[in-house]
């Protein structure tokens, strides 16, 4: 997961270090936990005092002390899992197809089945608990009409049904933790104590906990009640039980109709995921905790570990976030730090934190800028890129996606060869559908049976002509293969070519594709809101990157005594106006500005959603503070006539 053998010493000194404090905290929090259930779990109205009686009672027991070890232990599990498969840049799939490639990925595949385990094993912990017919798995019992009085040991259904339910809230846990991103850690914007972050995220544990344990409980019941005779079965035949015929199956209706039984599968329910979301809570508040990076070092041993090296190696994403969100406070809160970064170096006298920190946050800023300049291609041209280069070496931006490399967004791309999301408005393009090799129709020009005209058709366009880099109508793509059957066959014959309406054109009615392959092209189009999305999934980093040039440029007009913003100023103006262009255009389309309804039944962090609305109102802003600051003064900083007069609406308050 790192890549230099410097970044060890982030992991080894903080990342490992919050997560083995978090998962103590979850630990220590599992006994009151285990408390309330034990209550809720064997509570009754009719007689509260013998129910408070038998929790304090069951609590001293070996069997509670043993299930509580066995509880930990998925935790702590379920916490290292946590630190295995986190990430602060979301994947997400751009189509049906690449969802499903997530779910069915081998690394998915051992956390589902690791998942489903601790499922297991948590809900025998729930059974031996709640006790009475669902503590073991077997029971002595008589089976025909009693004549004989041979004990046999017969088949506990219910500790099964609920075994096989903590295997199937296990799965489903996991299945949704990719679909909504659970992994996703997520920075906010406001700065709070943990123990203030910890107390109002809370109710929405418990809630998100309750509801999730309930659609699970339905799904399970329908899943038992058609395939609940299989686990069944194999259980028998294997621990050598019986089924008692005196009792009604649970699967069937009318062993599923009992309350107590269903009461008690939603309560270990949710005690499950309660466990398992309190400790995933716990690991994000704590592994986004600020860390303060120091500016420079007197000592070069620790020059690795300062903000400007930091800011500019190619480190984990976790520490590269945290180095940016460093800056973006430091600008604006501390002004001891601020001047470190003013500061020249002795000996020299060169500003070497400063060029550092603009160099990085540039180049972050201007990878975001060519990432939306070929997005916009793309979408301008219906989902076909723009040629690159003519005869066997085309390549388009289609060829790659956003969604399989979220660390690469991070770097920057000398090249306009980007990974874009690409085909989004593939359901727009009206006729019949076409293959691959035909559409667009492209013939070997190295051929010998190639036509002059063709290649004088297919040839590189010159840049001065008034049509050049325009798209081609859809009647010009369609005349492509006429000519090329009509200018190859009067070459082969050495006859003048004919008219058009004297060569038979053959009527081949289109084949029709069929229903498999219409439902497998239906799930791989892109959809355009989650292209959007996937554009802007590592936003964040830009939105801080923005924050601490603007805040650092803002404060240079009065902590600035060497001057060392002012030669850096044209650039930064220039990267933000652009970008603030390529906002604006992305914005403009149809699927960039509708706002996505925030779900608030499920733990997975839905703010990168809404990311490229952040980043636009921080653009904006952070233009309007160095305005608002300089003034007039922005007049004698050289720059282009269009970057001028785009400055010039923000100084009169007209964007």
Not at 448 to 456: D, H, I, Y
Not at 459 to 486: E, N, Y
Request: contains cysteine.
């Amino acid at each position: 997961m790192f890549s230099t053998e410097q970044s060890c010493w982030f992991v080894r000194k903080v990342i490992c270090w919050r997560a083995v404090a978090s998962i103590a905290w979850a630990v220590l929090l599992l006994l009151p936990i285990t408390v309330v259930f034990v209550i809720l779990s064997r509570f009754s109205l009719l007689h509260p005092i013998q129910t408070i009686s038998e929790c304090l009672s069951f609590l001293t027991c070996a069997s509670a002390i043993f299930s509580l070890i066995l509880l930990c232990g998925v935790v702590i599990m379920v916490g290292f899992l946590n630190l295995e498969y986190y990430t602060v840049i979301p994947t997400i799939a751009c189509s049906k197809i690449a969802l499903l490639g997530q779910l069915l990925h081998p690394r998915q595949f051992v956390n589902s089945l690791a998942h489903c385990i601790m499922g297991i094993i948590v809900a025998w912990c729930c059974a031996v608990t709640i006790g009475g017919r669902y503590e073991t798995i077997g029971y002595p019992c008589t089976q025909g009409d009693g004549t004989d009085g041979s004990p046999q040991m017969c088949l506990n259904e219910y500790h099964l049904f609920l075994l096989l339910a903590g295997a199937f809230v296990g799965f489903s846990h996991s299945l949704l933790g990719v679909i909504y991103n659970m992994n996703y850690v997520s920075f906010h914007t406001v700065q709070q104590y943990k123990y203030l972050r910890f107390k109002g995220s809370l109710p929405l544990v418990v809630k998100c906990s309750a509801a999730q344990a309930l659609y699970s409980v339905r799904n399970y019941i329908v899943v038992y009640f058609f395939l609940g005779y299989i686990p069944k079965a194999w259980i028998c035949k294997t621990l050598n039980l019986h089924l008692n015929s005196s009792v009604h199956p649970l699967d069937s209706v009318a062993g599923l109709l009992d309350l107590s039984l269903l009461y008690h599968q939603w309560i270990s329910a949710s005690f499950l995921l309660f466990t398992w979301h309190i400790t995933l809570l716990l690991f994000r508040i704590f592994v986004t905790e600020v860390y303060s990076f120091p500016v420079q070092s007197s000592f070069t041993e620790d020059a690795h570990q300062c903000l400007p090296k930091v800011l500019t190696d190619k480190q984990p994403m976790i520490l590269k976030f945290l180095a940016l969100q460093d800056l973006a406070l430091l600008s604006q809160h501390s002004p001891s730090r601020r001047c470190e970064v003013f500061g020249l170096s002795q000996p020299g006298g060169h500003p070497h934190n400063w060029n550092a920190i603009t160099q990085e946050c540039l180049s972050l800023l201007a990878d975001l800028t060519q990432r939306l300049l070929a997005y916009h291609d793309t979408v301008a041209t219906n989902g076909r890129a723009k040629s690159l280069s003519t005869g066997s070496d085309r390549k388009t931006s289609s060829e790659t996606s956003i969604t399989s490399c979220p660390e690469d967004l991070m770097s920057p791309r000398p090249t306009l060869l980007l990974k874009t999301p690409a085909s989004v408005f593939a359901r727009s393009i009206v006729g019949p559908p076409q293959s691959p090799l035909t559409a667009p129709f492209t013939p070997d020009l190295d051929s010998p049976f190639a036509s002059p005209a063709l290649r004088r058709l297919t040839a590189p366009m010159d840049q001065c002509l008034p049509w050049f880099g325009t798209v081609q109508s859809p009647h010009i793509m369609r005349r492509a293969p006429k000519l090329w059957s009509t200018s190859t066959d009067s070459q082969v014959n050495g006859s003048p070519p004919s008219s058009p309406a004297s060569v038979p054109s053959p009527k081949q009615e289109p084949s029709k594709p069929s229903r498999l392959a219409q439902f497998l092209q239906n799930r791989k189009e892109q959809l355009p809101e989650a292209s959007s999305q996937a554009l802007f999934a590592d936003s964040q980093a830009h939105i801080w990157a923005l924050e601490g040039l603007s805040y650092l440029v803002q404060a240079s007009f009065s902590e600035d005594q060497f001057g060392v913003v002012q030669t850096t100023l044209p650039s930064i103006l220039g990267c933000m106006l652009v970008l603030q262009e390529a906002v604006d255009r992305h914005f403009k389309l149809p699927h960039a500005s509708s706002k996505p309804v925030r779900s608030s039944s499920s733990m997975g962090d839905s703010t990168h959603k809404t990311l490229r609305f952040a980043l636009r109102a921080t653009l904006k802003t952070a233009i309007y503070r160095i305005t608002t600051t300089f003034g007039n003064h922005l007049n004698a900083v050289q720059m282009s006539a269009e970057h001028r007069k785009r400055l010039q609406q923000f100084l009169e308050y007209k964007e």
